[in-house]
């Protein structure tokens, strides 16, 4: 199975601040790498497939990047609704596997 | 609009069969390319894959359970399922069905829903 090892596991920033998330996987995965937000008590949404393609109504301050086996979500402005936790997904190669979650607070 | 919506018994005991329904709108599962998976998260824990079937009728299971895991659909109702055998408190999770693309991994997930085992 391929490992993904998600940094941090928590973060905390201010209104405003530049965030960024890394997922690395145990293997290159060819950018089949996904980025999803989950607010409490909400459905897991999806941000971001495929390395860098910004799903449907998801705002553009929102961005991934990388290649091989490191991958980047970056938030570029932090705005008080991106309050949740974030996880990576990794679809090159079955099983599929999750990283272990970021959890992003407000400063 | 895509929706889905898990639901199961809540709880149950040790050796039971879970079994889930995924009721879902806004697609369906006999378009080419469209499948439905089922994901869990022990509470504290790391999400973890469980089993993905296909337009086609095509099924794929995470090796760790497999000979636990049984997934169906009813393509008429808009609705996928998914079993497993003989569970145990690890067993315990908040269970989430999701729309699927191959190529694009989950794309719409419903809520989850919560499952105990305890004796």
């Known amino acids: 199975d391929i490992q993904m090892t998600q940094s941090p596991s928590f973060l905390s920033a201010s209104v405003g601040d530049r965030v960024t998330i890394n997922c690395k996987a145990s293997?290159?995965?060819?950018?089949?790498l996904n980025w999803y937000q989950q607010k409490l008590g909400e459905a897991p949404k999806l941000l971001i497939y495929?390395?860098?393609n910004l799903q449907t109504g998801i705002p553009s301050r929102f961005s991934g990047s990388g290649s091989g086996t490191d991958y980047t979500l970056t938030i570029s402005s932090l705005q008080p609704e991106d309050v949740a936790t974030y996880f990576c997904?990794?679809?090159?190669?079955?099983?599929?596997?999750f990283g272990g979650g970021t959890k992003l607070e407000l400063k | 609009q895509v929706t889905l919506k898990e639901s199961g018994p809540g709880i149950l005991q040790p050796s039971q069969t879970l079994s889930l329904t995924c009721s879902f709108s806004?697609?369906?599962?006999?378009?080419?390319?469209?499948?439905v998976s089922w994901i869990r998260q022990p509470s504290g824990k790391g999400l973890e894959w469980l089993a993905t079937?296909?337009?086609?009728?095509?099924?794929g299971y995470n090796p760790s359970l497999k000979n636990r895991l049984t997934i169906s659909k009813d393509t008429s109702n808009n609705q996928a399922f998914l079993k497993i055998t003989s569970v145990d408190t690890a067993d315990t999770a908040i269970y989430y069905c999701?729309?699927?693309?191959?190529?694009?991994?989950?794309?719409?997930w419903g809520q989850g829903v919560m499952v105990t085992v305890s004796s």
């Open positions: 495929n390395t860098n």
């Open positions: 806004g697609f369906s599962l006999s378009t080419s390319g469209i499948c």
């Open positions: 999701a729309r699927t693309n191959w190529a694009y991994g989950f794309d719409y």
């Open positions: 997904l990794q679809h090159s190669s079955r099983p599929w596997t």
């Open positions: 079937i296909c337009w086609e009728d095509s099924k």
């Open positions: 293997q290159n995965i060819n950018k089949y």
